[in-house]
């Protein structure tokens, strides 16, 4: 199992509708991706760090999860709306030790 | 649910005893501190950042991270072990959207 994880901040304002469209878009999106488990999308709560959302999913080994990373509806979505309207990220990605 | 992690690279050579002692301590020490749940050791496995391991663990509310926070095995081990041993680490902190 790989779970990987995104923490970022939006260039939208805090509570705007575009914040919501970003964030109700990726989940509907990403979480359709065939090989994508557990997927959730999170509010980043932590004063120890500039980041305000999270994404967070598992897959079952690396290959499903290349098969993730290369999906057109993967790939258009960066294009399209992460590189876009995404401040700063940062992906932290776990096995179980 | 407040789900408390924390990414981080050791001082210690990878594959080293002194490693593995700093990781089964952690989970058995951490672990055991009362509100912890859903505690996960993680190796760090994705090539865009620094950080070699994770913590994971899950808390109902704020309280109970608190009481976390503050429970003397957490403020020991943070103490003895974390701030000798750890190089670099980065807290993220998530609930549920």
Redesign the interface.
């Known amino acids: 199992m790989?779970?990987?994880?995104v923490?970022f901040r939006l260039k939208h304002a805090p509570g705007s509708a575009e914040e919501k469209a970003f964030?109700d878009d990726g989940q509907r999106i990403l979480a359709a991706i065939p090989g994508v488990e557990r997927f959730?999308?999170?509010?980043?709560?932590?004063a120890?760090?500039g980041?305000a959302?999270?994404f967070?999913m598992e897959f079952a080994d690396q290959a499903t999860y290349d098969g993730y990373d290369g999906h057109p509806d993967h790939v258009a979505f960066v294009r399209d709306r992460w590189l876009k309207e995404v401040e700063d990220f940062?992906?932290?990605?776990?096995?179980?030790?």
Chains 1, 2 share one sequence.
């Open positions: 790989i779970r990987h994880t923490a964030l959730e999308a999170l509010r980043q709560v932590s120890k760090n980041f959302f999270g967070s940062l992906e932290i990605d776990y096995a179980i030790l």
